[in-house]
Every structure is written in structure tokens, then in C-alpha cells.
């Protein structure tokens, strides 16, 4: 079993920052994928960005330019950089895990844009 812990969300104004953190625990095996989802209300929960173990990077277009993800694997977490923030940004995230196959999920921070 992995657990995914994650933190750093809250309320930011449009054109601020945050950052997330994701912690795993338990049984962790690499290589592994880790990343970010996020649904927004109303919504499907929809791809932000995933890193490898070797850190190779994938992001949706939504998240191109603005927001980075980065993991430090001998810590098992992984990061997510947010910078110019934008009223649509407003979602919970969700940390992610997968390998071989099995996919953990952690429950969510949520992050709110607003003025």
C-alpha cells in the first residue's frame, strides 16, 4: 500500500503563488510516476503534470509555462510550483502514484484563486 499526503493549498489572490507538496509512504517502488491532477467544481478531474523517477515531465497545456513540477525521490515527494495564478486554476489537486500499473490517489488540497 502507498499513502499520499498532500499540503500547501489554500486561498491566493489571481497572479500569486503556491506550492504544493505530495509525500508517499509505505511500500514505494521505483520507477514510479508521480504527479498532479486536479478537478475543479462541476468538473472531471483532468491531467496537470507528471514526473518520472528519472525525471522526465509531462504537462497538460493548461499548466505550460506557469506551473512546475519537480520530486525529490529521496524523499518520496513530489512538488508542484504554481506561479501566476488565475481564477480558473481553482481546484483540488490530487497527488498521484502509479507503478506497474497500480495507481494510489491521495485526497486532495484544495487551492482557491480568487480576489
Known amino acids: 500500500q502507498v499513502q499520499l499526503v498532500e499540503s500547501g493549498g489554500g486561498w491566493v489572490q489571481p497572479g500569486g503563488s503556491l506550492r504544493l507538496s505530495c509525500a508517499a509512504s509505505g511500500i514505494i517502488f521505483s520507477p514510479n510516476t508521480m504527479g498532479w491532477y486536479r478537478q475543479a467544481p462541476g468538473k472531471q478531474r483532468e491531467l496537470v503534470a507528471t514526473?518520472?523517477?528519472?525525471?522526465?515531465?509531462n504537462y497538460a497545456d493548461s499548466a505550460k509555462g506557469r506551473l512546475t513540477i519537480s520530486r525529490d525521490n529521496a524523499k518520496n515527494t513530489v512538488y508542484l510550483q504554481m506561479n501566476s495564478l488565475k481564477p480558473e486554476d481553482t481546484a483540488v489537486y490530487y497527488c498521484y502514484y502509479v507503478w506497474t500499473g497500480m495507481n494510489y490517489w491521495g485526497k486532495g488540497t484544495l487551492v482557491t484563486v480568487s480576489s
Open positions: 514526473i518520472t523517477t528519472s525525471g522526465y515531465t
